[in-house]
């Protein structure tokens, strides 16, 4: 079993950063990859980031690409979302996840392990 824990979530003007945080403990040991979901009320839960366990970023989404950047420190198991600029659009509860160890895609049915989300509120 793996457990997540996301924090770092908040209320911050539009234009401003946030830095979210994801721990993961339990069977977590091998380089794996990690992804960042986020959903918005009454919208379906979407792909935002992934970092694969060789270290390639993906981005899902246009239009955060140049604003979110995705790391990890292998070290602690922690994988991070840096959210800069941003915008009202990108209110949503964020959620990180863990797909299964070889698995190359990221869709939200493809993750195995999920954490119950951090909200992130941007206001105009």
């Known amino acids: 079993q793996v457990q997540l824990v996301e924090s770092g979530g908040g209320l911050v003007q539009a234009g401003g950063s946030l830095r979210l945080s994801c721990a993961a403990s339990?069977?977590?040991?091998?380089?794996?990859?990690m992804a960042w979901f986020r959903q918005a009320p009454g919208k379906e839960r979407e792909f935002v980031a992934a970092?694969?366990?060789?270290?390639?970023?993906?981005y899902g989404i246009d239009s955060v690409k140049g604003r979110f950047t995705i790391s990890k420190d292998n070290a602690k198991n922690t994988v991070y979302l840096e959210m800069n600029n941003l915008k009202p659009e990108d209110t949503a509860v964020y959620y990180c996840?863990?797909?299964?160890?070889?698995?190359?895609?990221?869709?939200?049915?493809?993750?195995?392990?999920w954490g119950k989300g951090t909200l992130v509120t941007v206001s105009s």
């Open positions: 339990g069977r977590t040991f091998g380089p794996y990859g």
């Open positions: 996840a863990k797909p299964p160890r070889g698995s190359g895609t990221w869709t939200a049915d493809d993750m195995e392990y």
């Open positions: 970092l694969t366990w060789s270290g390639v970023e993906i």
